[in-house]
């Protein structure tokens, strides 16, 4: 016996290979064949749906089809009864002769003609009625609908008595003659003869059940058990078949509703006149589409199968190889500081999209590293706008404050002065005898009173104007242009639309101070004549915001030269409410202000 220490050790090729073929028997067999009881399934599922979708859509076609039919067919009758009222020659029996004659050459499908007076007596037919046929439809359906309604109908179904026994449909509509009910003009189709292309539903297998109002026969397919003239009763097929073309939609499978006792599946497609059009189609039909999809299916996943072991087999050594230099490349991408992209020009086939994905994630985290500083840099360059933004607002701030303080020290604090001197004057007792002095003295004090209060009124003005708070915007605007109209040779127009509620106190006040502004800069730097302030409420970016728009037609701003502080305070107020200013020259001279201030709370 040879020694087992000297015996040959198995190739490892060969050992890769049955262990290989056996987790291929794992992998891949075993969830073949779970995948193609599911495909089994799902393929199931699909041909039932796209039965019910192609039953669904060849109904309404059908429905559609047979609903045109009967318009053309009932448009006809309409433009000759329309064409006879139009001539006043409804009583001109010779002429119903002969148009009826013509309708009947153009239209084959009008099994019989006929024209009545208002009591449904036959003026005229074609072809002529018999000897000792009827002489009156006064008890027709299609005489006493158009009678009532005034307008066109489309019958039931029902047997003819005129012209031999046949089971008809009929289309009318009603003769006017001043306004008033004058006859029927009446068409009637035999029901073998209703416009519907047979040939492509029998292809697929359908059968037909046409059913009028009264859930009455009209049509039926070859296979189907009911007549025409047949209604629907208490058996349990009719009940069925009625509950279906009564309202329930989708399909529906209904046992024994075929002719052989077979079970089909339906589908009722209503009609505009109120018929109904029931298109079935035999389980034996889905079911051999179902076998023949299974059948493919599964012959499918059988070649796929056999190809997917004959190709593992067949490169295995080759497989192995590439695993080997896989994980070479992957400790090489791990373990290496290089980030320069590994190259896949010697590595095997099967690699070449990891190789790819590797790369990709690498390129990818260096993207993500150069975004993330751009943003840090970006939030860094935006920290330090605001921290600007907020040092000039402070700077603003504190020059209204120093401006407001001279004015108080330097002009209302010298009136007052003036009074207590004037007043303290008065106590001087040489002049209790002298009342002219004293009373040139109180003229003054009064005068600089007067003065001193005109002074507070005009800064309490501009701090806040009491109109914004009384009578809202509007008011406060126009109290604006009024004192700018005084005090300057700008003529400015104020539109406001109307506005159903007042708006919040921020968003008034906030406008007011941005038209106060922008007001302010025309009169004194656009050397403008003509102002136009609007105001409206928007839909802008889908919330609703008030728009503020100050036109002038001065000589326009210079986009090259900055803001000042009343530009920057202006900007300031829309941004604090979210909204945003554009300041642009138009074309022809002038400058266009435009404030969009959201309304907290609405949206589009």
């Not at 003869?193 to 026969?217: I, K």
């Not at 800069?521 to 839909?539: K, S």
């Amino acid at each position: 016996m040879p020694d087992p220490a000297t015996a040959p050790t198995p190739r490892p090729a060969r050992a890769l290979l049955g262990e290989f073929t056996r987790l291929l028997l794992l992998a891949v067999v075993l969830p073949v064949l779970v995948l193609s009881g599911v495909l089994l399934w799902q393929a199931s599922v699909s041909v039932r749906e796209q039965s019910a979708t192609r039953l669904a859509a060849t109904a309404h076609a059908g429905a559609r089809e047979l609903e045109g039919f009967l318009q053309v067919h009932q448009a006809a009758l309409q433009v000759l009864a329309d064409r006879r009222a139009g001539e006043a020659s409804l009583d001109d029996v010779a002429r119903w002769q002969a148009d009826l004659a013509r309708i009947s050459r153009h239209y084959p499908a009008f099994a019989t003609m006929l024209v009545t007076d208002a009591d449904g007596r036959i003026l005229a037919s074609e072809p002529g009625l018999p000897e000792g046929g009827p002489q009156s439809v006064a008890d027709r359906e299609y005489f006493q609908v158009p009678r009532e309604s005034g307008r066109g109908h489309v019958s039931n179904a029902f047997r003819g008595r005129g012209h031999g026994r046949d089971v008809l449909v009929a289309v009318s509509v009603p003769l006017q003659a001043d306004g008033r009910f004058a006859g029927v003009l009446e068409g009637s189709i035999r029901v073998d003869s209703l416009g519907m292309r047979r040939g492509g539903l029998d292809e697929h297998g359908f059968e037909v059940l046409l059913l009028d109002r009264a859930l009455t026969v009209i049509q039926s397919g070859a296979g189907m058990p009911q007549r025409p003239l047949y209604a629907l009763g208490d058996a349990t097929g009719d009940r069925e078949l009625a509950r279906l073309a009564r309202g329930e939609r989708g399909m529906r499978s209904l046992r024994g509703a075929l002719r052989d006792g077979d079970d089909a599946f339906a589908y009722a497609a209503p009609l505009d006149n109120g018929w109904h059009l029931v298109l079935l189609q035999p389980h034996a039909v889905v079911d051999a589409e179902l076998r023949r999809n299974a059948l493919a299916l599964l012959a499918v996943l059988a070649l796929v199968l056999a190809g997917v072991l004959a190709v593992a087999v067949a490169k295995l050594r080759r497989l192995g190889h590439s695993v080997h230099g896989l994980l070479e490349r992957m400790q090489q991408f791990a373990l290496d500081s290089d980030p320069s992209p590994i190259a896949p020009d010697n590595l095997p086939s099967e690699l070449v999209p990891l190789v790819d994905a590797m790369n990709a994630l690498a390129a990818r985290a260096r993207a993500s590293y150069e975004t993330v500083n751009l943003s840090l840099q970006e939030q860094r360059h935006l920290r330090e706008e605001l921290q600007s933004v907020a040092q000039r607002l402070l700077t603003v701030q504190e020059d209204e404050r120093r401006a407001l303080s001279r004015e108080l020290h330097d002009d209302i604090g010298q009136s007052i002065t003036a009074i207590k001197l004037a007043a303290t004057s008065l106590t001087d007792d040489s002049l209790a005898t002298d009342a002219a002095v004293r009373r040139e003295i109180l003229d003054e004090v009064i005068a600089i009173a007067d003065q001193t209060v005109h002074k507070l009124r005009n800064l309490s003005l501009l701090l806040r104007p009491p109109q914004l708070d009384s009578l809202g915007l509007e008011a406060a605007l126009r109290g604006q242009v009024a004192a700018l109209a005084r005090n300057s040779r700008l003529q400015v127009e104020l539109d406001v639309a109307p506005i159903a509620q007042r708006l919040p106190a921020a968003v008034e006040l906030a406008c007011f101070r941005i038209a106060q502004e922008a007001m302010t800069n025309v009169a004194r730097h656009a050397g403008a004549t003509h102002a136009r302030v609007r105001v409206a409420i928007e839909h802008v970016d889908g919330q609703r915001s008030l728009v503020l728009r100050v036109v002038d037609d001065g000589h326009g701003i210079d986009p090259e030269r900055p803001g000042g502080l009343g530009l920057l305070t202006m900007r300031e107020r829309a941004t604090q409410l979210g909204g945003s200013l554009a300041i642009n020259s138009r074309e022809g001279g002038g400058t266009q202000v435009r404030a969009v201030l959201p309304i907290p709370g609405d949206g589009a």
